[in-house]
């Protein structure tokens, strides 16, 4: 399995509701990544995690609550999101460490609408 | 800070042509580089990649070529196809221990018939 999987493709979301974005991959990659993608531009990231514990936070803001509950799981967890939070959200994984080459694989990802 | 940009937005070529999509980058430490393909609705797909201690690497139709003394990435892709129709993205991972990878603003691919 070479794939990055994220559900749902599509979340329409008020601005009061509890969402969570999903992430799987089973390629024994220990570094996963949630980056966000606004219409043409480049993916931005927000967190990193490498071996289930959070290593990078891009100074995001708390209503975006990410979670590793293991090598194959990440959560992204959306609670009293703003209209301009609606965007692509993508999970990433790779190898961890810095000797991974082709290791960066990104889901279809999440097409967050906050209304 | 770092960044990584490219010189063009958009490129317009004809079918059967070959394409160049150029990327500059500023932090002298990055040890690596990726190049992306991203079409509409989906994620951003690897395409080919090059460690900073070459200077070119081919694969399918596509070839990469680093220059480190201006710091500028390049992606060559021959024989044009629609299918290449796309966005693509630079992307350089700093020498740093988070193993992140900064994404460069993007050319838009248009192949025509």
């Known amino acids: 399995d070479t794939e990055v999987t994220q559900t749902p493709k599509h979340l329409v979301m008020g601005m009061t509701n509890k969402k969570s974005l999903k992430c799987e991959q089973h390629?024994?990659?220990?570094?996963m990544y949630w980056y966000k993608q606004k219409a043409k531009k480049p993916p931005e990231l927000m967190f990193v995690y490498s071996y289930e514990k959070l290593s990078i936070n891009e100074s995001v803001p708390s209503r975006f609550s990410p979670e590793c509950p293991n090598s194959s799981l990440l959560n992204l967890h959306l609670h009293a999101l703003q209209p301009e939070d609606s965007a692509l959200y993508l999970c990433?994984?790779?190898?961890?460490?810095?000797?991974?080459?082709?290791?960066?694989?990104f889901g279809s990802g999440t097409r967050l609408t906050v209304v | 800070g770092e960044s990584v940009g490219l010189h063009l937005p958009t490129l317009s070529v004809q079918e059967g042509d070959n394409s160049i999509i150029n990327c500059a980058y500023s932090?002298?430490?990055?040890?690596?580089f990726i190049w992306y393909k991203q079409e509409s609705g989906k994620g951003p797909q690897f395409i080919i990649d090059?460690?900073?201690?070459?200077d070119k690497r081919q694969g399918q139709r596509v070839t990469v070529l680093l220059n480190k003394t201006v710091k500028h990435l390049s992606l060559q892709i021959a024989a044009t196809q629609p299918g290449d129709s796309a966005v693509y993205f630079c992307a350089e991972r700093g020498n740093n221990a988070g193993n992140m990878l900064t994404f460069g603003g993007g050319t838009r691919l248009m192949v025509k018939p």
């Open positions: 390629m024994g990659h220990r570094a």
């Open positions: 932090n002298s430490a990055s040890d690596y």
């Open positions: 990433a994984s790779s190898p961890a460490g810095t000797g991974g080459s082709k290791g960066y694989t």
């Open positions: 090059i460690r900073s201690n070459m």
